[in-house]
């Protein structure tokens, strides 16, 4: 048996819940797993409905942590188990015991400064794990740079689950939403400074020069959703942004499939770093290639030139050129074709070969 111990995971939506949720979905396919994760609203009917025992801990942050090892340490008292895998490193901080633990890693939660306090908490918990399971050589070397034993890091890249087949409403309602919109930007991500939509937004204002019925299509919500929209609103730009929030899974994919060019040229803001950026992969399973920022991973999930461009995020006219080349002559539709190829490596049944090497 082993123990999947997670902060993230579903009914709860986001990145990380589906990471630790399609990890947790095709491990169950190979062995007995126990997940310990945290209190959801709605999640007796989620929890039901699944092959292996969900145990949900809840109350208020810190405490929840200390319940939660307690639970955990009195269940390898008395319990078989080979190893425990985490999605976080504070999510085995407590834990005590000599059986094998394995820690994803992601970027933004191990860069700290080396050598300050939460630095050392950091390299104390990851330097007595198995492996420390790294989602992109960038995240491996900032784990490397800032004291992870390097012996330790395994890169092994997010999985995704195969695409369903689109909803055929969904389409008609997104055809009908665009319409003669043409050429299609779009993102799906936290409205966060990191994610780099400010940029997109200004180089949309010279892109409408050449292409007037461009649009960009925002899906998410976050802090800087309001200064966003003032943004749009003072470049007279209300024609060409359309924002959209809790939205169903149907209607995302519908964007999503019906766009030409997935946008996310992230940055790094203060620690915050993107480590990988599983977006990029979900938008070329529809064929949709992506421009991505140069500070971080999304050189592992986005082919510079081939599924894709990397640009400079810091750099406005770099976005603004990349995406014009994009655009230019369609180049897109063969990006998307190369990018559809080139991320069925990702497909988990996939991924979990390269974990099932290190838990064997």
């Not at 995240?139 to 689109?166: C, F, Q, R, S, Y």
Request: charged fraction near 30%; hydrophobic fraction near 35%.
């Amino acid at each position: 048996m082993y123990l999947i111990v997670t902060r993230s995971f579903p009914p709860e939506v986001g990145g990380m819940q589906s990471l630790m949720w399609g990890l947790t979905k095709e491990m169950s396919k190979n062995f007995m797993i126990k997940v310990f994760a945290d209190y959801q609203e709605n999640h007796k009917e989620f929890d039901q409905k699944e092959n292996f025992s969900i145990e949900r801990v809840g109350g208020i942050k810190f405490l929840r942590k200390i319940r939660k090892a307690q639970l955990i340490n009195e269940f390898l008292k008395e319990n078989k188990v080979k190893g425990i895998i985490a999605d976080h490193w504070k999510s085995l901080e407590l834990i005590k015991t000599d059986k094998k633990k394995y820690c994803l890693i992601h970027g933004k939660e191990i860069n700290h400064s080396k050598g300050s306090s939460i630095n050392k908490r950091i390299n104390k918990v990851l330097n007595k794990t198995e492996k420390v399971i790294a989602n992109s050589e960038f995240t491996k070397n900032l784990a490397i740079d800032n004291g992870i034993d390097k012996n330790k890091i395994k890169v092994i890249n997010p999985g995704v689950n195969t695409v369903k087949e689109l909803d055929k409403k969904s389409l008609e309602k997104v055809e009908s939403l665009l319409k003669i919109k043409s050429p299609r930007l779009i993102t799906v991500s936290r409205y966060d400074k990191r994610k780099n939509h400010e940029k997109i937004i200004m180089a949309l204002r010279n892109l409408k020069q050449q292409y007037p019925d461009i649009v960009y299509i925002c899906i998410g919500h976050g802090e800087e959703e309001e200064n966003l929209k003032k943004l749009v609103q003072e470049l007279n730009l209300s024609s060409q942004v359309m924002f959209f929030k809790e939205i169903t899974e149907n209607l995302k994919n519908a964007l999503i499939a019906k766009s030409n060019i997935f946008v996310m040229p992230s940055i790094i803001s203060k620690t915050s770093v993107e480590g990988f950026g599983i977006s990029y992969v979900e938008a070329a399973q529809y064929s949709v290639p992506s421009l991505g920022g140069k500070d971080g991973g999304a050189s592992d999930a986005i082919k510079h030139d081939k599924t894709g461009i990397i640009c400079d995020g810091n750099n406005l006219e770099d976005i603004y050129s990349s995406l014009n080349l994009m655009i230019e002559n369609k180049k897109y539709i063969e990006l998307g074709k190369n990018a559809k190829e080139f991320v069925s490596k990702f497909q988990w049944h996939k991924i979990i070969e390269d974990y099932k090497k290190i838990l064997n």
